[in-house]
T-cell receptor, first 113, second 109 residues
Framework: DAGITQSPRHKVTETGTPVTLRCHQT?????MYWYRQDPGHGLRLIHY???????DKGEVSDGYSVSRSKTEDFLLTLESATSSQTSVYFC????????????FGPGTRLTVT | EDQVTQSPEALRLQEGESSSLNCSYT??????LFWYRQDPGKGPEFLFT???AGEEKEKERLKATLTKKESFLHITAPKPEDSATYLC??????????FGAGTTVTVRA
C-alpha cells in the first residue's frame, strides 16, 4: 500500500465551523490531490499541489482552501462548512517521473449538520 | 472539457459468468486511461494504465483494453471477491484525472 494516511477518518461538524483535513505521505511524491466523492458524481478534484507551496484549483474548489508547507503534508480547509460539503474526501499522490497513476488514501467521511 | 461515462451503473453476475464494463471518453490529447477498484469504505486501488489504442493489460481475472473512444474492463470467470466498484479515469494535457461515476459489480456465489 502507498504510504498515505488521512486524519481524521470521520468527523461530524456544525454548519459554519471551520474544518481542516490532513493528508500525510511517506512516498516523497511531488504531486498531491484532494478529491470529494459523492453518489452519482464520482471523484471530483478540489485542489491539487505540484510542490511545496505550489497549489492550484480543481473543478469544485469553491469553499475550500489548501496549504502545503512540507512535501509530506497537504491540508484541506473548509473555511465555513456547509451541508453541501458533507462528503467523503480522498487524498491522492502521484509521481510525474513515473507513470502518472495516482494512489489514494483511505478517505475521511465528513458530515456537516 | 474531458468527459468520462461508465456503463452499466451496476452489474450483477453469477460466479463464473464473464462480462465486460465500458468506459467511453472524450478528451483532447489522451495521456493515459486508468482503471481503479474501490471497495466499500476504502480508497480507490490502482489497477491498470493504458496509454494508446490497441493496448491491453491483464491482472488475474481482469483484462483492460483501449480504443480511441472507449475502454473495456473484462472480468473472466468472476469470483465473489471481485465484487467492488470499478472506476475509470482519463488524463489529458496535465496531471489531473477526470473520473467516471463507476460501475458497481456484485458477484453472487
Amino acid at each position: 500500500d502507498a504510504g498515505i494516511t488521512q486524519s481524521p477518518r470521520h468527523k461530524v461538524t456544525e454548519t459554519g465551523t471551520p474544518v481542516t483535513l490532513r493528508c500525510h505521505q511517506t512516498e516523497n511524491h511531488r504531486y498531491m490531490y484532494w478529491y470529494r466523492q459523492d453518489p452519482g458524481h464520482g471523484l471530483r478534484l478540489i485542489h491539487y499541489s505540484y510542490g511545496v507551496k505550489d497549489t492550484d484549483k480543481g473543478e469544485v474548489s469553491d469553499g475550500y482552501s489548501v496549504s502545503r508547507s512540507k512535501t509530506e503534508d497537504f491540508l484541506l480547509t473548509l473555511e465555513s462548512a456547509t451541508s453541501s460539503q458533507t462528503s467523503v474526501y480522498f487524498c491522492a499522490i502521484s509521481d510525474p517521473g513515473g507513470h502518472n497513476e495516482q494512489y489514494f488514501g483511505p478517505g475521511t467521511r465528513l458530515t456537516v449538520t | 472539457e474531458d468527459q468520462v461515462t461508465q456503463s452499466p451503473e451496476a452489474l450483477r453476475l453469477q460466479e463464473g459468468e464473464s462480462s465486460s464494463l465500458n468506459c467511453s471518453y472524450t478528451v483532447s490529447g489522451l495521456r493515459g486511461l486508468f482503471w481503479y477498484r474501490q471497495d466499500p469504505g476504502k480508497g480507490p486501488e490502482f489497477l491498470f494504465t493504458l496509454y494508446s489504442a490497441g493496448e491491453e493489460k491483464e491482472k488475474e481475472r481482469l483484462k483492460a483494453t483501449l480504443t480511441k473512444k472507449e475502454s473495456f474492463l473484462h472480468i473472466t470467470a468472476p469470483k465473489p471477491e471481485d465484487s467492488a466498484t470499478y472506476l475509470c479515469a482519463v488524463q489529458a494535457g496535465d496531471y489531473k484525472l477526470s473520473f467516471g461515476a463507476g460501475t458497481t459489480v456484485t458477484v453472487r456465489a
